[in-house]
């Protein structure tokens, strides 16, 4: 895979597919996390004569046009973060947005591509229409690497100059230690609500770690899997038996999956709920599970001091109320003060460190949940996929 460095960008139009999808409220970017992710691969480019002609996305608008999910705030933003002006395209498409490329000298933010519904279908004529806008392309959109889209596959048909960003590049280097030489031992944590959702990298990484430590909701179904009381946890009873088949081949490869030895069991799932600390063998039936217990906590820090590579998805429980977020930020601060490798795979588990202002104490915070799930599930990325493709039809 090519890099940006690579890439001669001088006096060129640089495309530059970024993940620029921020949470918003009243119009202002409340996390400007991803932003910052990508400045450095802008900056680059300005550095070296290129002309950014930057696109993304930002929420599900369906297809339409919605003034709410407008990139304006993004490009208010950038002008900020780059110190000189970012102009906001009208559109990603049309007449009026290609004269506006064609004449700017300093960096172009599209407009939102899913305003379009053919960004998702990944529509040729639509890829065609952004292809001509960009001399070279640049994908450093990890968080949607995992999607053939438009802008992240169809439209790299007509580069002949592509390369991934330095976020890009950065992501698919530490994923892929994590896959090919991870320094032992190796401890993955996963949490969150689903079996379902990480059963697949379970699968795939049985053969690199040396460990798993399991909390969220998806230890319930582990734990009935093993003929445990869970009371009123969550538990997905159509992934029971799945769970049992991964916790014999984990036993059948000399791989430890532990579980909560106790939990912050709750009369309901919201605050002010009525909390007690039980243990995993007397669950009581008429309580759920919230968070893992101050003995769990204690074991998976101890796990996490003793490894040397560790990987992270999913809080431990419902973190985002107060009184059930101390197992996620155990987990948060047991990887700030490890000596190892620590890579976090985006979503809820970057806005537990962002909660315990630990963001800078891991070695790579990734940009894209979903994403790096999928990698780690030995699944090629569409996105990265394409800036190895040649070019078959290309327009420079």
Known sequence: MRSLRDLDVRGKRVFVRADLNVPLKDGRITDATRIDATVPTIRFILDHGGRPVIASH???????????????PVATYLTGALGRPVALAPDCVGEATERLVAAARDPVLLENLRFHPEEEKNDPGFALQLARLGDVYVNDAFGAAHRAHASTAGMTIHFRDKAAGFLLEREVQFLSKLLAS??????????????SDKIGVIENLLGRVQAFLIGGAMAYTFLRAEGKPVGRSRVEEDRIDVARESLARAAERGVRILLPVDHVAADKPEAGAQTRIVGADDFPADLLGVDIGPRTRELYAAEIARARTVFWNGPMGIFEIDAFAEGTLAVARALAASNGTTVVGGGDSIAALAKAKLLDAVTHVSTGGGASLEFLEGHELPGVAALDAPATEPLH
């Open 58 to 72: 930002l929420g599900r608008p369906k297809g339409k046009r919605t003034p709410e999910l407008s990139l304006a």
């Open 182 to 195: 991870p320094d032992a031992p190796f401890v993955a944590v996963l949490g969150g609500a689903k079996v």
